[in-house]
Every structure is written in structure tokens, then in C-alpha cells.
């Protein structure tokens, strides 16, 4: 699942990158998903990770100040400029720093630097530090962290959100200006699935106006979070020191909180948090399935059109069905007397040699530019690529269908080209299916010998052979042949004779032969080379994660707990 979800949100990082006004929503997820991305990711070291605590809040809360009263000392940096913390700052308290190994893989991409070597122009660091005791402090790591909410705050957000997921005790604080801030909730409802112990203290308060306060703190929290309302530590402005006072009463909170720390649980928020944003998450990516399910439909659609026409337009064509001519004309040249035969073959080879000198020039190539069935399949092609433009324009309900358009548009030579060199190698290949029916005719004219030795003496009288390979050379094309006297004669003489019938049935297995030819080698590789487009989009506007990698993670996802671990 870590997997997965890092996958998800660089895909919305990328996305969100292009700076295109439509997926400007999507911030909100890429949020969630960089959180639930550490979190998962702590669960890797969940077994040795020291016991951390982060502080966070809005600006100008006082958090690095009350970060050193906690400590008890001055290491955190503290200014009166708004984002003055751009990076988590860790404080070791009774805890070593080798015991933090674990930590350079958890932040990574982010590096461990020393405080004094922090830059307010790089953003993907860390530091960690030593610190003195602190009567206040279990052992731990407490974490001084970034805003969430200055307009700057989008530089350092991952930083934040990293802390956030690492720590197991969440200090949560606000000031008496900032405490009903929306994005002081919204953050508290983002982290509502880690379960993490709570604090929340309220900084820079007034007697006269700490009751209401709290009180209003406490029907919000309700509002958006359904676990109890935490521990609350008022904090009211101190005149002489500036500096938040802890009431004494309050000055062993976190050593209770620290009790409170579930990590055996940890599986199982991991999944709770996942399932919990999981139908938002992948929402566009199921708009992009659904679109990628209409373009194959609309695809199969127009093929299946384009087959229907390819029968009405051609083979089901009373005069344009010129295949089986073709194989009444391999049926002459089979047609020969045995006793001249060898005569015929010469007169042929000395008729056939020049031919072939202009075949080999490019005769064959206008025999299939001649050819009625290359013609109609071009035009179907050409109609099935205009059809799908246009109903590609009609889709503007999604940026995706408007880059498939262009992919459609910016494809369509290759395309073209690709359909006449299939077409040409079908049409060629073809022929041998051409032979076999001519050869199945003659083989039942062989037991009929009076019919045969007729169409034998018809053969010879017209000179059919000499129409044959004029033909072949790209001399007539098949639907001249068809009109040919030789042609009118054999075909009228096969209707009528004893073989009529059986003549039928082979033109009736040629054309459906020929249908299923056409529709494997032809249309459906079409169909394949459509239905890809969408592959071949740019990355940089979509989240190109497919349907299987999809289901995939969503069978695992509603396993056990401990199977979520499994990934």
C-alpha cells in the first residue's frame, strides 16, 4: 500500500504541477495523501522510532516559545516575524542521537543538517539536537515545527505534515486570535484518523475571556472531530516575561499523554486513514477509467459500424463483390487440356515475360490500387478516424477527452499508413484463399466429366488465359474481367450446370472466409491501435494509473489490518 500511495501522490504532485485551473481541487488530497504517505511509512520503523511529540499551530501561536518552556531552555529560535520556522526542528530529550537512525529513511528525501546550516531557501531539511533535561519531558523527541497556514506555508507543508505523521503526542497550540481558524480545523480533521494523544494550549489568553474561549474550543472540536475533547492547558499572557507560563497543576501532562500512546494500533490507523479519504483520492482516477471505458466503447462501436459497412459496401455488393471472380479466374488457368498444356505454358511464359518486367516496376502495386475492396476499405477507414473526431469534439466534459482528440488528429497519418501496408499484406495473403476455392471448384468439376471437358473447350476458344494474365499484371482489373466474355460464358455455364449449387455454397464460404480475414487481421488490430491512444497521452495532465493497478490495491485495502502491512 506505501507503494501505491506514493505512486498516487506524485501522480497528483505532477498533476497539480501543469498548472492547469481544473485540478486546483486537488491540493486538498495531495495534502492528505503526503500525510498518509509518512504515516504508512512509519509504520516501517513504528517497532524502534524514539517516542516523538510536535508541536503545531498557526502563526504567531508562540509555539517555539512554548517549545522552550517545555524544554525548559532556549534552543528553539523564536521571532516576532510570521514563518519565522521553516523547518522541523527536533530536540532530543534523555534520548541519544544514535538512537534516531532510523529517522534519515523516514524523512526521506530530506536531509539532516545542523541548525546553524539551515537555509530559509531549502526547504527539505531537518535538524536534530541534544538537549538538557526537562522536569516537564518524558524522553522524547519534541518536535518545534512550521505554520500551517501563512500564504508561505505551501513551501514548507511537507515538513509539517512529516512531523505530524512521525509524532505519537499531537501539542496543539493557538492563540486567543487564531484558535477558530479554518485552518486550524481543518488540520485537526485531516489527523483525526492517526489517533494521536492530544493537548491543545491556548496561548496569550485574558481571565475575562478564558471561559468563553474554551467553551467555544470544546463545541468545534465536536464539530469536526467525533474522539473525546483532550487535555487543555490555558495559557494566559504573562506582562513580565512575555513568556507562556505551564500551571503546575499541568507541568506533568505529556508524561500522561506519553501512557496514553498506542502504537500496536498502528496497523490498523494506517488502514482507517487510507479507507477514510480512500473514494476521494481516486475519484479522478475513476473519471480517467470511466473516460478510458467510453473511448473503448465508442471505438468498438465504430468498428463494429465499419465491419457492417465493409459487408453492405462490398461483399453483399451485387456488382462491387469482385473476390470470387478473381477465383473463377484461378479456375481458367486450371482449366487446361492435358494434351496442351505444356504448349500453353510456353505461349504463356513468352506472353507473361515482358509483363513481369512492368509488374516488377510497380504493376502488382496499381493491380491493388485498382482493386474495388482496397478502395472501399480505405474509405472506411478514413470514416471511422472522421467519426471518432467528431464525436471526440463533442466530449468536453474532461481534459482528458481533449487530449485524446489531439492524440487522434496528431496520429492520424501514421495511422493511415499503417492501415494500407495491413490491407496491402491482407490482400496479397488472401490469395491463397482465392486458390483454394478455385481449387475446390475444379475438384467437383473433375467428377462431373462432361461439364468439365465443356468448360475445358470454352476455355481455349475464348482465350482466357491470355485475359488471365493481363489481369495479373495489373493489365484489367476484376471488375473489367467480370465483364469479359470468357468470364460471362464460364460463370453462366457453372450456374447452370450440375455444380451450381455447389458453386453458391463456395462463393458463400469465400465471402464469409473473407469476412472473418478481414475482421482479425484488419479491423481489430485497428481497434487495438485505438483503444491505445490513451497510453500514449502526455503524463503531466493525468494520473495514468490504470484500472488493474487500481483494483489491485483496493482488493488489499479491504483485507485485515495485517494484511495492509503485507504491501
Known sequence: MLEFITLLRQRYQIVLNSHSNEVQSYQQAFQQLTLAEAFLRKGKFVETLPLSCAIIGPTQAGKSSLTNVFLQSENAGVSPLAGYTVHPQGFCHQIELSDCKNLTDYFAPFIKVARENLSKNRFDCYTLTQTENSSFLPPVIFWDTPDFDSIDSTDYREGVLKTIALADIIVLVVSKEKYADQTVWDTLKLIEPLRQPTLICVNKLSEDSETVILESLKEKWHDYRRDTFPEIIPLLYQQATRLPE?????????????????????????????????????????????????????????????????????????????????????????????????????????????????????????????????????????????????????????????????????????????????????????????????????????????????????????????????????????????????????????????????????????????????????????????????????TQTHFAISPEQLAEVETKLNEKPHGLRLL
Open 246 to 538: 505551564i500551571p503546575k497543576s499541568k507541568q506533568h501532562i505529556l508524561f500522561q499523554l506519553a501512557k496514553k500512546v498506542r502504537r500496536e494500533k498502528q496497523q490498523r490507523r494506517e488502514q482507517k486513514l487510507v479507507q477514510t479519504h480512500w473514494q476521494e483520492w481516486t475519484k479522478p482516477l475513476r473519471a480517467e477509467h470511466e473516460i478510458y471505458e467510453a473511448w473503448q466503447i465508442l471505438v468498438d462501436d465504430v468498428m463494429t459500424q465499419a465491419l457492417k459497412n465493409y459487408e453492405h459496401d462490398y461483399l453483399n455488393h451485387p456488382r462491387h463483390y469482385e473476390t470470387f471472380q478473381q477465383a473463377i479466374a484461378e479456375l481458367l488457368l486450371l482449366l487446361e487440356i492435358p494434351s496442351v498444356a505444356k504448349a500453353m505454358m510456353t505461349a504463356r511464359k513468352v506472353l507473361l515475360y515482358p509483363l513481369k518486367l512492368v509488374r516488377q516496376l510497380g504493376g502488382s502495386r496499381n493491380h491493388l490500387q485498382r482493386s474495388h475492396e482496397m478502395t472501399v476499405l480505405t474509405s472506411l477507414l478514413n470514416h471511422t478516424l472522421t467519426e471518432l473526431a467528431h464525436e471526440l469534439l463533442d466530449k468536453n466534459t474532461h481534459l482528458l477527452w481533449r487530449e485524446l482528440s489531439e492524440e487522434l488528429r496528431h496520429n492520424r497519418t501514421a495511422i493511415l499508413n499503417e492501415f494500407k501496408h495491413t490491407t496491402e499484406n491482407y490482400h496479397q495473403n488472401f490469395q491463397q484463399d482465392v486458390e483454394l476455392a478455385a481449387q475446390g471448384l475444379y475438384a467437383k468439376l473433375k467428377e462431373q466429366p462432361l461439364v468439365l471437358n465443356m468448360l475445358r473447350a470454352t476455355r481455349i476458344t475464348a482465350d482466357a488465359a491470355v485475359v488471365v494474365l493481363t489481369l495479373y499484371t495489373g493489365g484489367i482489373g476484376l471488375h473489367d474481367l467480370a465483364i469479359a466474355p470468357a468470364m460471362l460464358m464460364l460463370t453462366n455455364l457453372l450456374t447452370e450446370s450440375a455444380i451450381g449449387s455447389y458453386m453458391k455454397k463456395v462463393e458463400t464460404d469465400l465471402k464469409a472466409q473473407q469476412l472473418t480475414t478481414v475482421k482479425k487481421q484488419i479491423f481489430e488490430p485497428l481497434a487495438q491501435r485505438l483503444n491505445a491512444l490513451p497510453q500514449h497521452l502526455k
